[in-house]
């Protein structure tokens, strides 16, 4: 089971398998899904986020040079707790994320939707090539919830 049709893609392509499938995502609890509605309809004050991830793959590097050249004013959101995160990056119009190797998914980027942002993003971000990733708030999370019906078929 694979998190997303890219990772799929990908693991094919490297493996050779051919008994995968795609869960369109991960599993989504209520009380995350309660969060990211009630998140959604925060007001977007502040416009360019970069999340603080410590790890270089995340690609922090890139995403504060293209804002510093595109002359973006822009925040590094640093992670915490999940809720007070979330609460914070919903604030922002833009998530600017550029991963520098394959997000099989990429949950923040969902997330970030969720909450009625839009990302910059490149073609690192399994996330992104979902079919569901062109929805947005209500109508995203009321995906995430489907898919957990999905997603429980596929482990029965």
Same mark, same amino acid.
């Given at each position: 089971?694979?998190?997303?049709? $890219?990772?799929?893609?990908?693991?094919? #392509?490297?493996?050779?398998?051919?008994?995968?499938?795609?869960? !369109?995502? %991960?599993?989504?609890?209520?009380?995350?899904?309660?969060?990211?509605?009630?998140?959604? +309809? +925060? #007001?977007?004050?502040?416009?360019?986020? @970069?999340?603080? &991830?410590? &790890?270089?793959?995340?690609?922090?590097? *890139?995403?504060?040079?293209?804002?510093?050249?595109?002359?973006? *004013?822009? #925040?590094?959101?640093?992670?915490?707790?999940?809720?007070?995160?979330?609460?914070?990056?919903? #604030?922002?119009?833009?998530?600017?994320?550029?991963?520098?190797?394959?997000?099989?998914? $990429?949950?923040?980027?969902?997330?970030?939707?969720?909450? %009625?942002?839009?990302? @910059?993003? !490149?073609?690192?971000?399994?996330?992104?090539?979902?079919?569901?990733?062109?929805?947005?708030?209500?109508?995203?999370? *009321?995906?995430?919830? *489907? %898919? %957990?019906?999905?997603?429980?078929?596929?482990?029965?």
């Amino acid at each position: 089971i694979m998190r997303s049709a $890219g990772h799929e893609h990908a693991i094919k #392509q490297a493996v050779g398998l051919k008994n995968t499938v795609s869960s !369109n995502g %991960n599993p989504w609890s209520k009380a995350d899904r309660e969060l990211l509605r009630k998140l959604s +309809t +925060t #007001q977007k004050t502040r416009e360019f986020a @970069i999340v603080g &991830h410590t &790890h270089p793959s995340k690609g922090i590097e *890139d995403a504060v040079a293209h804002c510093e050249e595109k002359g973006h *004013d822009y #925040q590094i959101v640093p992670e915490g707790p999940r809720e007070r995160f979330l609460t914070e990056l919903s #604030q922002y119009q833009f998530l600017v994320f550029l991963p520098r190797i394959f997000e099989s998914y $990429g949950r923040i980027a969902f997330e970030f939707l969720c909450m %009625n942002g839009s990302i @910059i993003h !490149n073609n690192m971000l399994g996330f992104m090539l979902e079919d569901h990733s062109k929805l947005r708030g209500a109508e995203l999370i *009321d995906f995430a919830k *489907d %898919n %957990n019906k999905y997603i429980l078929s596929l482990v029965e």
